[in-house]
């Protein structure tokens, strides 16, 4: 299975998880930022390979090569250019099923580009205040490009981008040939940002 993005915040722990509980299974983690912490942890384990890229290029997919699973736990809400239906599309020929936590949003019934939603809403619908040193960053000066992502902040994966719902998720993955067999919602809640739920799903590829 490949866990894509899996540094930031728990330093690779799902991927080393799976890989304790079940020793046989090889498990490919992938991000673009990876710490001293995270290399010696994953580093334990003989069947994690560890590829040091954006997952969101598109070689990525490709250069991983197919795997029974690929994990997304709190990344899609951050995901543009190319934009998170996007890059599930870019993943779906290459497994044969998805595993997602997600906040997904329950603000409107469709989903919604956050930063659409002006400055005001917008810090209405994250958990962040607007003194958060990165979204400083980004409202000051959004067209600035990244050097590391070689994006513009606007459409970097710093900051909350996304309110995905449930009904949006379910129908790009049955589009891509995916069914849910699991939809669990989670008790996480995030504060003053009351329209999003955290929700877990499991996706089986349903058609070749």
Not at 128 to 151: G, L, R, S, T, W
Not at 183 to 195: E, F, P, W
């Amino acid at each position: 299975m490949a866990e894509l993005g899996c540094v930031w915040g728990v330093d690779g722990f799902y991927g080393q998880y799976i890989a304790g509980q079940h020793p046989d299974v090889d498990v490919t983690m992938v991000d673009a930022i990876w710490n001293d912490k995270a290399i010696a942890k994953c580093s334990v384990f003989p069947k994690i390979r560890r590829l040091d890229g954006n997952f969101m290029d598109d070689t990525m997919p490709a250069l991983i090569g197919p795997v029974d699973a690929v994990i997304f736990f709190d990344i899609l809400l951050h995901m543009v250019a190319p934009n998170w239906d996007r890059v599930l599309q870019m993943y779906a020929p290459f497994t044969n099923s998805f595993l997602i936590v997600n906040p997904q949003f329950v603000g409107s019934p469709i989903t919604v580009r956050l930063l659409d939603l002006g400055h005001d809403a917008y810090f209405e619908n994250i958990p962040h205040a607007p003194d958060y040193p990165i979204y400083q960053k980004v409202f000051a000066n959004p067209h600035e490009v990244d050097a590391m992502q070689h994006k513009t902040l606007k459409d970097s994966f710093y900051i909350w981008q996304w309110g995905i719902t449930n009904a949006d998720l379910i129908h790009v993955m049955a589009r891509l040939g995916f069914e849910p067999i699991l939809l669990q919602r989670d008790t996480l809640v995030y504060g003053k940002a009351k329209n999003f739920v955290n929700y877990g799903f499991v996706f089986v590829k349903t058609k070749k």
